[in-house]
């Protein structure tokens, strides 16, 4: 009887700690591969408090968020950073993920200084745009149209995460008490 009284104990503090984890505001993580001219040659994070899920579209001009929390070209950040970003996207369907995402890029490698400027737009697709020079004025890479996309949205709500990282340590724990 004690050991069931103890299991039930237990429960309940794991339980509540879950769902005190889930209810807290967090934000939503988007990630999403870009392409252009056939090749993988970036990912693009963002990130938007929990509290604008079904709020319809938002956009980092206007509501100052989606904010850019990651963002890769070759595996690599650009170091001098990242200027004019904005992004749209839709709450109401995260899992489109992002519908409009423009900025500038600049990387000040004193070896090979890279600059990279992307506009996507999925409502309109013939105006996308990718150009990635080096050297300051030789053209690497330069595709637009249809040829230039996201790739499938990964969408990642943070609480989830908590709940299912503290579930894992409360199972640890009753595991090892056992």
């Known amino acids: 009887m004690k050991s069931l009284k103890g299991f039930f104990v237990k429960s ?17 993580l988007i990630t999403q591969d870009i392409f252009a001219g056939g090749i993988n040659i970036g990912t693009v994070s963002v990130e938007f408090s929990e509290s604008l899920i079904g709020t319809g579209e938002i956009d980092t001009d206007f509501d100052g968020e989606p904010v850019l929390t990651s963002l890769e070209f070759f595996g690599f950040f650009p170091a001098a950073g990242v200027f004019d970003f904005f992004a749209v996207v839709d709450t109401d369907n995260m899992y489109a993920g992002i519908q409009l995402l423009g900025f500038d890029a600049n990387d000040n490698d004193p070896t090979l200084p890279w600059s990279y400027q992307v506009y996507i737009d999925t409502a309109f697709p013939e105006d996308n745009v990718v150009d990635i020079f080096n050297d300051a004025d030789a053209l690497v890479l330069f595709a637009f149209g249809e040829d ?12 989830a995460v908590i709940a299912l990282f503290s579930l894992a340590i409360g199972g640890l724990l009753l595991r090892r008490r056992a």
């Open 12 to 28: 309940i503090a794991a339980f509540s700690l879950i769902f005190a984890a889930s209810f807290s505001s967090n934000a939503v």
């Open 148 to 159: 230039v996309f996201l790739g499938q949205a990964t969408v990642v709500s943070a609480p």
